[in-house]
């Protein structure tokens, strides 16, 4: 008990230090993604807190992203994921499921020939969309989704 | 100390695949055990892969990846023979790396 509210309160510090950065303009988001742990992000509790906190609030939808999941899976507890993107000069990918309790699941740096695509297996509570977010090496962040059903939920247990 | 990764690195063409399956619990925060409590939370956060000495993957994780966590990438200009060093770090400062060889 006592270790868990010391790590809830290293957790608390952390994500001041980290927004003050930012604020300061000391740290643009990329660069915290490249070092620290992006608290803020992977702790918000819906897609629009945790969009806002990977800098991708205002991503535009984009059809060059691919994302492949099962339409239904029948154990949320492990739905396995292959995403790609086909834009130009794609850096990043972000995996976010919509309606888990923390949506964001990962996201991932891609240089030297790593090409923009991943497979991961995700845990989904219930029927959600998942939605991919990429950025591009000039800064810009695009976006696609896909609905997957889940017959039983992998939180909670 | 957690259990080592399975890694297997395999030249496809000009391209190396690369999977590795990490040993961890990936536990939420969320669920409850038998007894009613909480389980703390415990779950990878940070992700490196090299390959050939070159930083190709670098990543950070939540609580959203499934349990013993599988993931797939590729890496092209990649060679057989080149190293492939994965490294994780968990949410309690636990770490692992494990190492392999791009097969042929």
């Known amino acids: 008990m006592d270790a868990l509210r010391r790590t809830l309160l290293k957790g608390a510090g952390a994500t001041g230090a980290i927004a003050a950065a930012m604020a300061a303009g000391v740290l643009t988001p990329s660069r915290v993604l490249a070092a620290d742990y992006n608290r803020a992000a992977f702790e918000a509790k819906d897609m629009a807190g945790a969009l806002k906190n990977i800098g991708a609030a205002g991503a535009a939808d984009n059809s060059g992203i691919v994302i492949k999941a099962p339409d239904i899976a029948e154990n949320g507890a492990v739905v396995p994921v292959d995403v790609a993107s086909n834009i130009a000069n794609t850096v990043s990918l972000a995996v976010l499921v919509d309606k888990n309790p923390l949506p964001l699941s990962s996201a991932f740096d891609f240089a030297n020939g790593a090409l923009p695509e991943m497979s991961l297996r995700l845990k989904m509570g219930q029927t959600s969309l998942v939605e991919v977010v990429a950025k591009t090496a000039d800064g810009k962040y695009y976006r696609a989704k896909k609905e997957v059903k889940v017959t039983v939920g992998g939180c909670g247990g | ?104």
């Open chain 2, 1 to 104: 100390m957690a259990d080592p990764m399975k890694i297997r690195a395999q030249m496809k063409g000009d391209t190396a695949d690369i999977r590795v399956l990490m040993s961890h619990a990936m536990e939420t925060g969320q669920r409850k055990d038998n007894a009613g409590n909480t389980v703390p939370a415990h779950y990878i956060q940070s992700i490196t892969i090299d390959v050939g000495g070159k930083r190709v993957i670098q990543g950070q994780t939540g609580t959203s990846v499934s349990r013993n966590p599988v993931f797939g990438f590729r890496v092209k200009g990649a060679k057989a023979g080149d190293k492939v060093v994965i490294h994780w770090e968990d949410n309690k400062g636990d770490k692992r790396t494990d190492e392999t060889t791009v097969a042929g």
